[in-house]
């Protein structure tokens, strides 16, 4: 019998989601935006100590391969022939650390996780010296055996030593906080082809696109022009506002950022940011922790069983509290509890701490744009779940839109990939964009129920703070990075480490 023949999509492009809490590949069609495959592996997270968090370099390292190797073999079923793949984007976790030696690639510890505590009393110190004046694709190209050392502007953006004016790293802040200059990779734009697959069903396909998760959302959602935002839950909540090719500094909180620079000659955007640190993160803490859900999906049957938390409120600090506070003292508190409250009144409580939470951030965005959004776009992997979007709506008081297709960051690598010059698949121009079929959901109660529930978030807030007093750097532990050898590269994303001995660079 004949084999079947493979099917002829057009060019596809594949992208490689690296997040703090799982690793995907997925593979899109260029010229339709629609999603063929994908395969998702979950990603463990180590607390060795209070306020440590950690993740195996080698465990995500894995994960990359397994995620590309099912993808592949996932779109041999569906009769798609690979081949057809013209390019590979790659989207990561930002601000996690990973150390390693430079000469043989080995992780030299654990990756240092985002939501880690364990250098707050290191930026205390740090702070009282600022003057009163207010690899990933190294490693997807070859690693230790003769990769491209390099990160994109939106990564280094993340690390405090890159100048996001001059688009280069600071001499300045670099001795500021004593890192050798030298250890730091090439800073490239968000699409350019840094170096080709070197091993596995993908070897030759070039790496053509990298971006930081929150700005490859911001792609993926299409905010190209001034104003627009999106808000993607994930294991935090990441609130972003592109604020075109002006660099715009908050005055509540918000952070400025680097948005894209979508080609070598392309001009670099901006965008203003708000973070959350605890949102998706607070669902696997009651599933791993408190063991009252199974699976993160159960936290919507329980939620909708009650329709109310019945006056409880969760402010999941576990990491302190990010923007608009900027609270390192704060932890988590439940409050609110009667004899009445059971696990589907908490369950409920942590979704609307989500809410809640970025109610905050976009209150402060609009009052530093000036302009209130008329609605909010999302994504992200909790976007699936329809009671927290309603809620979302409600607590918000305005609209919230969502693409049918959640996986904008992972879309926004690729679109970045397929783009590049020199593959040219992909077109970023607004009429040949893809239109994107979107569900919408309306605010349900009045204005004056939103803002009371709102208030009372306000207060818990209040009560979650100054519970942890920092002791100073010279009571603590030595840092576990001050006997190491200058022999290795410190990056601001971990992924950096994956692919050493699976990829190769360029000539």
């Known amino acids: 019998m004949a084999a079947a023949k493979k099917a002829v999509l057009g060019p596809l492009v594949g992208a490689v989601d690296q997040g703090t809490s799982s690793t995907r590949f997925l593979v899109f069609n260029s010229k339709t935006a ?41 779109l041999g079923q569906l009769n ?3 081949s057809n793949i013209k390019a590979i984007g790659v989207s990561n976790q930002r601000e996690t650390t990973v150390v390693w030696d430079k000469l043989t690639g080995e992780p030299l510890y654990n990756a240092v996780v985002w939501l880690d505590l364990r250098t707050q009393s290191t930026v205390e ?10 690899n990933f694709v190294k490693s997807l190209t070859g690693g230790a055996s003769g990769g491209v050392h390099c990160t994109d502007v939106t990564n280094a953006s993340r ?9 280069e790293w600071d001499k300045e802040l670099c001795e500021f906080f004593e890192i050798p200059m030298k250890i730091l990779p090439n800073v490239r734009s968000s699409s350019e082809i840094y170096g080709l697959m070197k091993a596995g069903a993908l070897e030759g396909v070039p790496i053509s696109g990298c971006l930081g998760d929150q700005s490859a959302a911001l792609v993926g959602q299409m905010c190209f022009q001034d104003g627009q935002a999106k808000n993607t839950y994930g294991t935090g909540c990441f609130l972003l506002c592109n604020t075109g090719r002006k660099c715009v500094f908050s005055e509540h909180g918000l952070l400025t950022t680097v948005a894209y620079k979508l080609g070598r000659d392309k001009p670099v955007y901006y965008a203003l940011e708000g973070s959350v640190a605890i949102a998706g993160a607070v669902i696997r803490w009651l599933r791993d922790n408190l063991g009252i859900i199974k699976t993160s999906e159960e936290i919507e049957n329980l939620a909708k069983e009650v329709g109310t938390s019945y006056g409880c409120y969760f402010v999941p600090a576990f990491s302190g509290l990010y923007a608009p506070y900027w609270e390192p003292s704060a932890r988590g508190i439940i409050c609110g509890l009667t004899q009445f409250t059971n696990k589907c009144h908490i369950a409920f409580a942590a979704l609307e701490a989500v809410c809640f939470q970025t109610r905050e951030i976009l209150d402060a965005m609009n009052r530093d744009c000036g302009i209130p959004l008329s609605h909010l776009q999302v994504d992200g992997g909790m976007t ?55 569900e919408r959901f309306e605010p349900q109660i009045n204005a004056e129920e ?25 009571s603590g532990d030595p840092s576990i990075f001050c006997s190491l050898p200058l022999g290795f590269f410190i990056v601001s994303s971990m992924v950096m480490l994956i692919g050493a001995r699976y990829l190769s660079g360029m000539p």
């Open 450 to 474: 939103s803002e009371i529930r709102y208030s009372t978030w306000k207060k818990a807030v209040m009560k979650s703070m100054g519970w942890v007093t920092t002791q100073s750097s010279e």
């Open 384 to 438: 699936n779940n329809k009671i927290l979007m309603q809620l979302q709506a409600d607590i918000l008081y305005i609209p919230v839109v969502k693409p049918s297709m959640p996986e904008t960051t992972a879309l926004g690598a690729a679109m970045a990939a397929g783009a590049a010059e020199g593959v040219g698949v992909w077109s970023l121009e607004p009429e040949d964009l893809s239109a994107v079929t979107m």
């Open 80 to 82: 798609i022939d690979i």
């Open 125 to 134: 110190s740090l702070s009282k010296r600022i003057p009163g004046n207010n």
């Open 34 to 74: 629609e999603l063929l495959s994908h395969h998702q592996v979950e990603i463990k997270q180590e607390f060795p100590r209070e306020g440590w968090v950690e993740q195996d370099p080698k465990e995500i390292l894995h994960s990359v391969y397994e995620c590309i190797e099912k993808t592949c073999e996932k």
């Open 159 to 167: 690390t405090m030593l890159f100048n996001i004016h001059s688009l």
